[in-house]
């Protein structure tokens, strides 16, 4: 099983509707992310987490919310989803040493399509 | 001017060709630089780092050119399963997140 699992894997919604991904996690990590991939645009930083009561905007969070349930889960969540929101996400971990290492472990990625 | 920026490519190369990439960045705060690697529809992974002094892992040697502000990757012998999508990463100063490049795609042909 991957280390970083995120669901659902491939979603296509309609514009206006409620849409929620979630990443879970099994390496204990305390720090968690979530980035946006789009063509020509490259890893775009959403939100980003280092403990269950710290949550932080990160470049683009603007239509996005998040919640931290636990230390081993945080779902992303785009309340009225629109066509530009059409994007790989990922989600992603590290360890406190993150920034120095530079290692975030990623998820498969969710594809989602806003019709 | 973009805080990371790479040349999106492609760089077509044949298998053994030695391919060399440059990311600049814009803040002369930066701290630390990586280089991960992207397969087609698949997650980045984490290539290298890249050290002040230099570093090479295998073929893979990694570069810091601070006066220019930029890093390099140099890959010798290019090998198929080199094609891939490389982002460039740079932490700036207070150590909080990473910033990607847009990513220069490989392609290595035989």
């Known amino acids: 099983d991957a280390d970083v699992t995120q669901t659902p894997r491939n979603r296509i919604t309609k514009t206006g509707k409620r849409i929620m991904l979630e990443c879970s996690q099994t390496k204990g990590h305390d720090r968690m992310y979530w980035y946006r991939q789009d063509p020509g645009l490259g890893l775009r930083l959403i939100y980003y987490?280092?403990?269950?009561?710290?949550?932080n905007k990160g470049e683009i969070s603007d239509g996005y919310s998040v919640s931290r349930q636990a230390q081993a889960k945080f779902s992303l969540s785009l309340e009225s989803a629109i066509p530009n929101q059409t994007a790989l996400y990922f989600c992603a971990t590290s360890d406190v040493t993150g920034p120095y290492t530079g290692e975030l472990f990623f998820g498969e990625g969710s594809r989602l399509t806003v019709l | 001017r973009k805080e990371v920026e790479q040349d999106p490519g492609p760089f077509n190369v044949p298998e053994g060709a030695t391919v060399a990439f440059n990311c600049t960045y814009s803040?002369?705060?930066?701290?630390?630089f990586f280089w991960y690697r992207q397969d087609c529809r698949k997650e980045p992974k984490l290539l290298m780092s890249v050290y002040s002094s230099g570093n090479e892992d295998g073929r893979f040697t990694a570069q810091l050119n601070r006066a220019s502000q930029y890093i390099s990757l140099l890959i010798r012998d290019s090998k198929l399963s080199d094609s891939a999508t490389y982002l460039c990463v740079v932490i700036s100063s207070g150590y909080s997140t990473l910033t990607f490049g847009k990513g220069t795609m490989l392609l290595v042909s035989p």
């Open positions: 987490s280092f403990d269950v009561k710290d949550i």
């Open positions: 803040n002369s705060a930066s701290q630390s």
